[in-house]
């Protein structure tokens, strides 16, 4: 009994679950702290003001409630295609309205707007400190109401690596795989308010390097904010793939996705912010060199998805004639060739390599910006291990003949 328990629990169980829930906070607030103050030096100590309005105000409260309000009320307009997503339990399928990209086109024009009209837009950096904590306590309340209104689901709702009797492990995972307030699907829009956020951040960031009258931009900030933004629409062009990835399909909403949901927008616009108060240049054959590994990762990324995507809803189709496949007991195929023959998770390496692009922007003079691409590093490496337990238990046997066929988990050759 004690090593089927230990085998249900991931993340260290309640111990690890409570050693992550602070380390996230922490890295977060490292991170905004930075981003506002622009000291770069990872070790020295931040200024720490004890003032309480340093760390929290209801008026940043309020309107991070308000912002992710308007986030529900776009996600619930009747805009853009609607899709369903995987088959879950009971063969149930749930509904998504697919209308990111419209939602963010209607932040980043609200930002530019606020602007013309004389809003301070230095609030949004200012204020990351506040904006942080009203986030974390969200997401503590959230957890919480979650965790006890999962008493009252159905069953086939029920995360089941969220019910194991362990009340803080299941509260940090998540009981219910996907709440929902009517047809609103909370983890969805949470998930896409995260990415909206960090682009609000970074045109926060380009907006005031143009308002503040310096004599010259920075290149590496318009470079970083125009490749991240590509990431992002093409991220959303594509969004009916979202709803197949582990975060919609395989996590519960509990505090540890909400709050690397919420990471997002104060983590990831750490390299702008470093180039904005830096005001770091390269030169062009620097940037060139960057560009290039960036639309590299980019031409993985997307590529090894789409073969992936195509595969999943026809097998069949004629157009990937040309792949060889594995047959399982399980009646599934699995792909030995083409992108998904190289190496386990191609797609993880596209990942790695638009994240090294951005860290790249930054110079080599500080450590700070590149601690995202290291969490990044640890994250797919730690999510690639729990997807092959996870095939090992699907496939068996099938899926040890796989991993001799296709050797490699994230990087050919090497990994």
Not at 8 to 24: D, I, K, Q, Y
Not at 146 to 154: G, I, P, Q, S
């Amino acid at each position: 009994m004690f090593l089927d328990e230990r085998k249900r629990l991931e993340m260290g169980g309640p111990v690890g679950a409570a050693a992550l829930s602070l380390f996230f906070i922490a890295l977060t607030y490292l991170n905004a702290e930075k981003n506002v103050s622009g000291e770069w030096h990872l070790f020295q100590m931040p200024k720490i003001n004890w003032y309480i309005r340093q760390w929290f105000s209801l008026s940043s409260l309020l309107g991070l409630l308000a912002w992710f309000g308007i986030q529900l009320v776009l996600y619930s307009l009747p805009i853009g295609k609607s899709a369903y997503g995987p088959v879950l339990k009971e063969g149930r399928k749930l509904e998504y309205q697919l209308n990111a990209l419209f939602a963010l086109d209607v932040n980043l024009l609200g930002l530019i707007v606020a602007f013309f009209l004389g809003f301070p837009i230095n609030v949004v950096i200012n204020n990351m400190l506040q904006l942080l904590t009203a986030g974390i306590l969200t997401c503590l309340v959230l957890s919480s109401v979650l965790y006890h209104l999962a008493d009252y689901v159905e069953d086939w709702r029920l995360n089941p690596r969220g019910n194991t009797g362990h009340s803080f492990y299941d509260w940090f995972i998540g009981r219910e795989l996907n709440p929902r307030l009517g047809s609103l699907d909370l983890k969805y829009v949470m998930f896409r308010s995260g990415i909206i956020g960090w682009m609000l951040m970074n045109f926060a960031s380009l907006i005031l390097a143009f308002s503040e009258g310096k004599n010259e931009v920075p290149s590496n900030l318009v470079l970083l904010v125009i490749i991240q933004l590509f990431y992002v629409i093409d991220y959303f062009w594509f969004e009916e793939g979202i709803l197949v990835s582990r975060d919609i399909v395989h996590e519960g909403l509990g505090f540890n996705i909400s709050m690397q949901f919420l990471m997002i927008p104060f983590t990831f616009c750490t390299q702008t912010r470093y180039v904005a108060t830096t005001g770091y240049t390269s030169s062009w054959i620097t940037l060139l060199g960057i560009f290039i590994i960036y639309g590299t990762g980019y031409w993985i990324y997307r590529a090894s998805n789409l073969e992936k995507n195509k595969f999943r809803q026809n097998p069949d189709d004629p157009a990937l004639a040309y792949l060889k496949t594995m047959p399982t007991e399980s009646g599934k195929r699995l792909l030995i060739t083409g992108w998904w023959g190289l190496c386990r998770h191609p797609n993880y390496l596209g990942d790695l390599l638009i994240s090294l692009s951005y860290a790249l922007c930054t110079g080599f003079q500080h450590f700070m910006p590149y601690l995202g691409f290291l969490f990044l590093v640890m994250l797919l490496i730690d999510r690639e291990n729990r997807d092959s337990e996870g095939c090992r238990e699907k496939y068996g046997k099938d899926w040890d003949k796989y991993c001799q066929i296709v050797k490699y988990k994230i990087i050919p050759f090497i990994y």
